[in-house]
């Protein structure tokens, strides 16, 4: 891997903290690669050979079962997938392809699974990570088992206003992977955004404009033990 992709990937929590001598050999037997949009990275039930960090672009993370697809998450630089994975040295319960030209790196899981055993602070990091991880799936479940789809999409407006504090939201994702995201049909998903429409919620496109923040907080009622997916 050329050095001067070092440096991102040693800012990552996973490892910042670890010997410089272990990473050093990581990064031996890693490499980055350039892939076009709606190339498939990964698939579902196939073995982690590598563990992957988008330096750029944006990768989809879906599954399938019983020919219907939903995706899972969006992956932005810089950060890495799918951890659990690398470590079990289990099958992948996710599929990866990338939303855009991306550049991925691709360190070998036996590699990872070996500076895991000798260096604490990296084990450390991994732990922390996975158990982050974990919190989310969490708080993704009570998201899709405590609340009507209506409720689902204005706390997740109410994050995104958050995260840029801005009342106009530009939709980062088709409506159609925001529908999946969310556990509805796109016509659910319409359905729901004129049902937000008395709260305050107007839409023109992929904009999405909260008119009274107040209002559609007293409406999905947002909860720090679900909507912050930071801790």
């Given at each position: 891997m050329p050095e001067s992709h070092h440096a991102d990937i040693r800012r990552l929590d996973l490892?910042?903290?670890?010997?410089?001598?272990?990473?050093?050999?990581?990064?031996?037997?890693?490499?980055?690669?350039?892939?076009?949009?709606?190339?498939?990275?990964?698939?579902?039930?196939?073995?982690s050979d590598f563990l992957h960090v988008v330096l750029s672009g944006s990768v989809d993370l879906y599954s399938c079962w019983n020919n219907q697809e939903t995706s899972m998450a969006t992956i932005r630089?810089?950060?890495?997938?799918?951890?659990?994975?690398?470590?079990?040295?289990?099958?992948?319960?996710?599929?990866?392809?990338?939303?855009?030209?991306?550049?991925?790196?691709?360190?070998?899981?036996?590699d990872v699974r070996a500076i895991f055993d000798m260096d604490a602070a990296f084990a450390r990091a991994i732990v922390n990570e996975l158990a982050?991880?974990?919190?989310?799936?969490?708080?993704?479940?009570?998201?899709l088992k405590l609340r009507s789809s209506l409720e689902r999409l204005a706390n997740y407006l109410l994050r995104q206003h958050n995260k840029t504090g801005s009342s106009v939201i530009d939709l980062s994702m088709?409506?159609?992977?925001?529908?999946?995201?969310?556990?509805?049909?796109?016509?659910?998903l319409s359905r729901a955004f004129k049902g937000l429409s008395p709260f305050g919620v107007t839409v023109s496109g992929?904009?999405?404009?909260?008119?009274?923040?107040?209002?559609l907080e007293a409406f999905a009622k947002p909860s720090v033990l679900i909507d912050n997916m930071q801790s």
């Open positions: 490892f910042a903290e670890m010997e410089e001598s272990n990473f050093k050999a990581l990064m031996r037997g890693s490499y980055v690669q350039n892939f076009p949009q709606r190339i498939e990275l990964i698939m579902e039930g196939e073995t630089p810089v950060s890495t997938f799918i951890l659990a994975a690398t470590i079990k040295d289990a099958p992948y319960l996710m599929s990866a392809r990338t939303l855009e030209k991306s550049r991925i790196a691709l360190i070998p899981s036996q982050q991880c974990y919190r989310t799936v969490v708080k993704n479940t009570k998201d088709e409506k159609r992977r925001l529908a999946s995201f969310l556990g509805m049909t796109p016509e659910n992929s904009q999405i404009k909260i008119g009274d923040v107040e209002t």
